[in-house]
């Protein structure tokens, strides 16, 4: 028998959609990129020294908080929700096999980062050529990198910044696994984000834990902008080990406890 | 594969919750093309048997077949075939009712727009289809929910309390539809109720729970069987007085139920011997009949008093399934969880 799994997904995205919820996620982004732009000359000239410099500015501005916040509330609510109101019930008294609703959450959790990322770059884009131009950067001796290289490494920062908040995304899934009430869920998920970053330096558990990696392609970005050397490797090898690493084992351990657990209250 | 394999098959089926066993080798057979009763009371094990159904719930043990097919062995495949609601039907309350449906049957194959319409107007909710859920009152909820249940054709409805919060023109509406459907498609029926009117009304066979095993099932007609040895009897006139009474051995107890009716227990059936001792005694005897018993009734002397709800603790013995009332010919099973059947 077919995998009901293309279905189940159009079946998500379609509840998301109605949701008032992810489309808030990105309003408060593009309000904060707005704030940045208002504030950020005066915050870090030399990063906004140029669009790219801009962009990289804004986006690791929009994802050292509120981005994550929002990935983590949509991500914990998935199936918490659905607990909840009973309404996994019914989804599940259909031909439909308990992985396959797990994996079409899980898809959903990462399509909407993919979404809120890309209105993220939209708006910060849309306002740097207000005052900037993607043009080559170059400093006193000529141009160091050009308007395609740079455009390049933009591109090639954007798809590895997906990497450690598509991570986030399983961990806000295993949250929503865990804990059955959605306002629970949320609250969980996000303070025990907060709480890590607070902490991992103190306890020097921050090289073993993946959100250190999520502004990390931005900064990258913040380099090629001021003409600086930069290099993606050997980090982004870490980066993507950790963050698969951990991507790997939320999402096992969710998956097994939804399998197994049993749904009758 | 067994021909005409039954629509449900239980067997053996067991859960058991930390120190609670909620379900205890419970066997039982729904067969194809009928409406059956799922009695029991308050914390029998009658939601859990139902969750574990859909797989919602793991059994501890036994086996479950829909249609022939094992659910642990092929799950789409069984549960393609069944339509279920379990408890309450909780709905996604800021889509609209036609919207949730959608959602439903995207995930069952063969579901057309026509279908869906064709439903809302079955079930009543043709009008209010655009609204949100959230709108809805519990009995257009209960509605939905059975509508929902419906889509994909299924050959087997479960329904957990599917008249729960309607009114009485909304219950014997659905209830009414789905008799139809038992009749007129071939359609099987499991419901489970509290309302034994209903069932009463409605089902041709009934399963009694109690603490986790099925304690009597068979059909209702049989169930029902009007007690031989209670007999009512409606006098013109004077009654006969206890002096009277108590000089009959074969006359057990009698009790008044109105100035004219009494309803007396005999010792054996024999309902004839009765009117002839009354006739002889100069009673004027206007009818004479075996008290009909209710389902109520027949359920209650079954499940014994409320004690018998609430989880049953373990290693303590199941009430006695039947008392002196139980009737012959009726279905109590056995302590041990084997039951017989009519």
């Known amino acids: 028998m077919s995998s009901q799994l293309a279905p189940l997904v159009r079946n998500e995205v379609a509840k998301a959609a109605r949701r008032k919820l992810p489309y808030f996620g990105i309003f408060a982004v593009g309000l904060l990129c707005v704030i940045i732009y208002f504030v950020g000359g005066q915050l870090n000239s030399t990063a906004t020294a140029n669009a790219w410099g801009y962009v990289g500015f804004s986006m690791q501005m929009v994802f050292t908080d509120l981005g994550p916040i929002f990935i983590i509330v949509f991500a914990a609510m998935l199936v918490a929700e659905e607990t909840g109101t009973g309404t996994i019930r019914a989804a599940l008294a259909a031909p439909v096999h308990r992985w396959e609703l797990y994996l079409a959450k899980a898809v959903t959790g990462l399509f909407y980062m993919m979404v809120l990322s890309a209105a993220a770059l939209l708006f910060s884009a849309a306002l740097a050529v207000i005052h900037y131009h993607f043009g080559a950067v170059g400093d006193s001796l000529g141009v160091v990198y050009s308007r395609k290289q740079a455009l390049q490494e933009l591109a090639v920062g954007y798809a590895l910044s997906w990497i450690p908040l598509g991570a986030l995304v399983m961990y806000g899934l295993l949250i929503s696994t865990l804990i059955r009430s959605p306002g629970a869920a949320v609250a969980a998920g996000i303070s025990t984000l907060f709480l890590i970053d607070f902490t991992k330096h103190l306890v020097g558990l921050d090289p073993y834990i993946f959100t250190r990696y999520i502004t990390y392609p931005w900064l990258n970005l913040l380099q090629i902008a001021q003409g600086m050397d930069y290099q993606w490797r050997p980090e982004v090898w870490r980066m993507m080990t950790l963050c698969g690493v951990s991507a790997f084992v939320t999402f096992s351990a969710g998956l097994i406890l939804f399998v197994r657990e049993d749904l009758n209250h | ?342």
Request: aromatic residues 6%; proline residues 7%.
């Open chain 2, 1 to 342: 594969m067994m021909e005409n394999p039954p629509a449900l098959a239980l067997q053996d089926l067991s859960k058991r919750f930390g120190r609670i066993q909620a379900v205890d080798h419970l066997s039982l057979e729904v067969e194809p093309g009928q409406m059956a009763g799922f009695l029991g009371p308050n914390g029998a094990g009658k939601s859990t048997t139902l969750y574990m159904i859909p797989r919602l719930v793991r059994p501890s043990g036994g086996r479950l077949r829909i249609f022939g097919v094992d659910i642990w062995k092929d799950y789409k495949k069984a549960i393609r075939s069944v339509g279920i609601t379990v408890e309450s039907p909780a709905f996604y309350e800021y889509l609209s009712g036609r919207k949730n449906l959608e959602l439903a049957a995207r995930l069952r194959d063969e579901v057309s727009p026509r279908e869906i319409d064709e439903i809302l107007q079955r079930i009543g909710l043709a009008e209010r289809q655009h609204d949100r859920v959230r709108v809805y009152s519990t009995g257009m909820k209960q509605r939905l929910g059975v509508g929902r249940a419906m889509l994909g054709r299924p050959r087997l409805l479960i329904l957990d309390e599917p008249t729960n919060g309607m009114d009485p023109e909304g219950t014997h509406e659905v209830l009414s539809f789905l008799r139809q459907q038992v009749r007129q498609a071939g359609l099987t029926v499991f419901v489970s109720s509290h309302l034994m009117s209903e069932v009463e009304e409605f089902c041709d066979t009934v399963f009694v729970i109690n603490r986790g095993r099925l304690v009597a099932s068979g059909r209702v007609k049989e169930l029902l069987k009007p007690h031989e040895r209670i007999v009512r009897v409606t006098f013109q006139g004077r009654i006969p007085d206890a002096d009277f009474l108590s000089r009959h051995q074969q006359i057990r107890k009698a009790e008044s139920v109105t100035a004219d009716t009494l309803e007396i227990t005999l010792e054996r059936d024999d309902s004839a011997w009765l009117n002839q001792c009354l006739q002889q005694a100069g009673f004027r005897v206007s009818a004479l009949a075996p008290k009909q018993k209710t389902l109520k009734e027949f359920f209650l002397s079954i499940t014994g008093p409320r004690r018998a709800e609430g989880p049953p603790s373990i290693n303590q013995p199941p009430s006695a399934p039947a008392g002196p009332e139980t009737p012959p010919g009726q279905t109590p099973a056995t302590p041990g969880g084997d039951q017989s059947h009519v």
